[in-house]
């Protein structure tokens, strides 16, 4: 079956830095997507990757690596407005994507 | 970039009334779209994929007679949730890929608050 886990919960500290890891295993594989959800509102999209490695895109990083099924976000210098849930999405071989549950994020001062 | 625009964002109905959701496509012809239902604190399910000029085509466990989903342009989908109970109070997110587009484009979702 075609599955996709990440933690139900962190906690981080503002300004600090949180990986969030995702681990997949889908038929077939077109890439995976990283998205920020806040409470009530429709997913935004953060990133896409479909090549082994890591794409930075200011505060946020994302890492795949194929072989091993696995994926992280990274977030630096968190904010407040950092907290909310990171939904981790596999493309699967009919460009269907596969969510995991979410982890939810919780920023401290 | 693609936009698809979702309508209404929130809608409250009564016990066994029907509510329409709408989902339109504004600068891309979407000829797949996916509907998710998101219950508080769950990923979002799948329930179906509407492909134009065809029928959709439903998850396990989903009803299609009781959600209705209608692609009858390339640029519109719509789900009809019927006979509502309020089990089938959720939020509702439509999305709509595109093959060789790094970005799956979702609507604002739709709140619906049945009781």
């Known amino acids: 079956g075609q599955n996709i886990d990440q933690p139900t919960e962190m906690t981080a500290t503002e300004g600090a830095i949180v990986q969030i890891n995702c681990t997949y295993q889908?038929?077939?594989?077109?890439?995976l997507f990283w998205y920020q959800q806040h409470a009530g509102e429709a997913p935004t999209f953060l990133s896409y990757?479909?090549l082994d490695g890591l794409e930075e895109k200011g505060r946020f990083s994302s890492f795949l690596s194929r072989s091993k099924g696995y994926s992280y976000l990274l977030l630096k210098e968190l904010q407040m407005k950092d907290s909310a849930s990171y939904l981790c999405a596999a493309v699967d071989s009919n460009y269907q994507l596969i969510w995991g549950a979410g982890t939810k994020l919780i920023i401290k001062p | 970039g693609a936009v698809v625009s979702q309508h209404p964002s929130r809608v409250i109905c009564k016990s066994g009334t029907s509510v329409k959701i709408e989902c339109r496509s504004l600068d891309f012809q979407a000829t797949t779209m996916f509907w998710y239902r998101q219950f508080p604190k769950q990923s979002l399910m799948l329930m179906a994929t509407s492909n134009e000029g065809s029928k959709a085509t439903y998850e396990q466990g989903v009803e299609k007679d009781k959600f209705l989903i209608n692609h009858a342009s390339l640029t519109l989908s719509t789900l009809t949730v019927t006979s509502a109970h309020p089990e089938d109070s959720s939020f509702y997110i439509c999305?709509?890929?595109?093959?060789?587009?790094?970005?799956?484009?979702f609507g604002q979702g739709t709140r619906l608050t049945v009781v």
């Open positions: 999305s709509a890929p595109r093959r060789g587009n790094r970005e799956a484009f």
């Open positions: 990757n479909v």
């Open positions: 889908t038929s077939g594989f077109n890439g």
